[in-house]
């Protein structure tokens, strides 16, 4: 990518895991294919194990669009299926993509343009999570504040900046290959692993609000928890898998989790004082939820604190309860697959 890119701009592959997405493929991929981007592009899809319609509706888009093409995906594991579709794509650029996802127009021009003015090796902008009834409502108002995700840039915003991960990413095919692609045994955490491999070899991850990905969040409070708790628990193997790559904001929820977890017990066996704790952490989360929910319906509203609560304690206690096992497999691993040429995709 050079000064020649504004009258050619790059070849584009835009790589897509997905397993059960039926309620979203669609709209996922039709995002990416009313992109206009001026350069050529594909859509590679990874189709893990499914139990709903997501095989028969990514053969419909297969058969409506000779840009979409698929790639079998037997673990149904998120980084095995970013591989074997980085595998199956042929351009310099990497866009990824999740199925639950949808680009916001110009995304990919935009995406190309800060790739070529910034160096960087990853750019990637704001998770904007948006949803469609109360409950989703109000998760996605709890994942776009600070009191449900600290500083965060990619959930809350900010200036352009570096950065240590982005959400979903927009690379240069060279850091992927560079890097061997994603380690396959990081069944969560595989993008903030992938970028600090990414830094740690010298290349730029950078963020921009200019970049706006829709995000649908989990439609339950068990949903939500499965996958906070999951984050917690596969940030835990991040941090003794790389050493050095903990912060204070990661360190917060599991904090809260023993602080909650103390005051109760002390609550119930010593002095009321105790309840201080957990007492004070609801009237916050409460306090907290008033802003974030300004302009929500009363019942999104209400909803508000028990999804910052789920975040929270399931990220915590996932991280505190995270095996040692994990790590002791990864760090046996050493390395992530290696990415080889391109394969032949299968038109579903």
């Known amino acids: 990518m050079n000064a020649k890119s504004e009258a050619q701009p790059p070849a584009v592959s835009v790589i897509m895991p997905v397993l059960n997405e039926e309620r979203h493929l669609r709209e996922a991929v039709r995002a990416i294919l009313r992109q206009e981007y001026a350069g050529e592009m594909e859509v590679v899809v990874a189709l893990g194990p499914s139990t709903d319609r997501t095989d028969e509706i990514a053969a419909e888009l297969v058969r409506e669009d000779p840009r979409v093409h698929t790639v079998p995906n037997p673990t149904g594991r998120t980084p095995a299926a970013l591989n074997a579709a980085i595998k199956a794509s ?4 990497v866009v990824r993509v999740d199925g639950h996802a949808a680009l916001s127009p110009g995304y990919i021009t935009t995406a190309v ?3 070529d003015e910034t160096g960087a090796m990853n750019v990637g902008g704001i998770m904007h999570a948006e949803g469609q009834n109360d409950w989703e409502h109000a998760v996605a108002a709890a994942m776009t504040s600070k009191i449900g995700v600290g500083n965060a840039a990619f959930h809350t915003g900010g200036e352009a900046q570096r950065a240590e991960t982005v959400y979903l990413g927009v690379f240069r095919r060279e850091a992927l290959e560079q890097q061997g692609g994603y380690n396959e045994e990081f ?3 595989q993008d903030w692993e992938l970028n600090f491999r990414i830094r740690e070899a010298g290349g730029l991850i950078w963020f921009s609000p200019e970049l706006k990905v829709s995000y649908r969040p989990r439609p339950s409070v068990k949903a ?7 984050y917690g628990r596969w940030r835990h193997v991040v941090a003794r898998y790389h050493e050095g790559s903990i912060n204070l904001r990661y360190l917060a929820p599991p904090t809260a989790v023993c602080a909650i977890a ?3 017990v002390v609550g119930a066996a010593l002095t009321p004082w105790g ?3 957990p007492g ?3 009237a916050a989360i409460v306090a907290g939820s008033v802003p974030a929910g300004k302009g929500l319906p009363l019942k999104a509203r209400l909803q508000i604190p028990v999804a910052l609560a789920t975040m929270h304690m399931s990220w915590g206690w996932g991280f505190l309860t995270s095996p040692r096992a994990l790590a002791r497999k990864v760090i046996a691993s050493r390395r992530p697959a290696v990415l080889g ?6 038109q579903a």
């Open 187 to 189: 069944i969560r955490a």
């Open 280 to 282: 004070g952490y609801l």
């Open 341 to 346: 040429g391109p394969q032949e995709t299968q």
């Open 113 to 115: 343009r800060l790739l």
């Open 90 to 93: 042929r351009h310099p650029v």
């Open 262 to 264: 103390a005051g109760v």
């Open 275 to 277: 309840f201080v704790i």
């Open 224 to 230: 939500l928890a499965k996958q906070y708790k999951d």
